[in-house]
């Protein structure tokens, strides 16, 4: 039984040394896919400006003087710069969950749009217990933490750029000025917007509007209350993606990679399971005595 233990454990050193493979690969993948992801955000955030000042909002632009518009260009210029070195700054190396870590994600599973929580049980993790001491390596569960950290990352990043952009929009008087907060929010959140129509990261909203001028009661009937249609800026990765076939193609990789990864998992749990039981029928017989 002893040497069954001893075989599970070379088994599961062998699925480590894959994981820490698999992660070099991830890293290097990544690397490459913000390193492109952040040069066609630069130029789709110039582009759907573009399209915001001279299809959006063509008087408005044409009612600025010449100086006034070069002001604004180069602002989203350089927003633009900023962001594309910005989405490649969130990469990091995978690193360990701490075991606190490991404790609250056995319980609470999480996911992305593409699935991201593994095929495993979340209710077993499959990094270190809490009681263990020995220095253990990198697991197929840390490398997914890692994974969904920068997913989420990339999707804040791009939500900070609609708002940035639109921020200035509405400073120079493109977009209105009494435009509410929380309209301007929701022209930044991709996942409340609809891609289905229109310019690619550019998002049409009516928002409903009331003369409040005149200090009359809202709720009075007679007060008009009109639609006014926006167009604002709405960074979208599957868009960016779609206009751009080497982003496309960087990504298919991380696809590719990350159906390994959830292969290797589903084995590193079974090989833990089987450790268990090994171990757990060599306890039972060393403490077994015939009476």
Not at 66 to 84: E, G, P, Y
Request: contains cysteine; hydrophobic residues 40%; charged residues 20%.
């Amino acid at each position: 039984m002893v040497g069954a233990v001893e075989r599970i454990v070379q088994e599961i050193a062998a699925l480590d040394k894959a994981t820490s493979a698999i992660a070099e690969e991830f890293y290097d993948a990544y690397s490459t896919y913000l390193t492109l992801l952040g040069q066609a955000v630069r130029q789709q955030l110039i582009l759907a400006s573009y399209h915001v000042c001279t299809q959006g909002y063509p008087g408005a632009f044409l009612r600025l003087s010449f100086s006034q518009r070069q002001q604004l260009q180069q602002q989203l210029r350089t927003l633009a710069q900023h962001v594309q070195e910005e989405i490649l700054a969130q990469l990091h190396k995978p690193v360990l969950l701490d075991n606190a870590d490991v404790d609250r994600l056995a319980l609470e599973p999480t996911a992305d749009s593409e699935q991201s929580s593994l095929a495993w049980s979340p209710a077993e993790p499959l990094a270190v217990a809490a009681t263990q001491t020995q220095p253990r390596s990198l697991t197929p569960t840390d490398l997914a933490h890692w994974r969904e950290e920068l997913e989420q990352a990339i999707v804040a990043e791009l939500r900070t750029a609609s708002h940035a952009a639109n921020r200035l929009l509405q400073h120079a008087q493109m977009l209105p000025r009494t435009l509410p907060e929380p309209v301007l929010e929701a022209a930044t959140d991709a996942e409340m917007s609809d891609p289905r129509a229109g310019t690619p990261n550019v998002l049409n909203l009516l928002v409903e509007t009331g003369d409040d001028s005149t200090g009359t009661d809202p709720s009075d009937e007679s007060n008009e209350r009109s639609m006014m249609p926006i167009v604002a800026i709405c960074l979208r990765r599957s868009e960016i993606e779609f206009a751009d076939p080497t982003v496309a193609a960087s990504r298919s990789k991380l696809r590719s990679l990350f159906a390994q990864l959830k292969a290797l998992g589903r084995d590193y749990h079974k090989k833990q399971h089987e450790q268990s039981i090994a171990e757990a029928q060599a306890a039972w017989r060393s403490s077994w005595t015939e009476e």
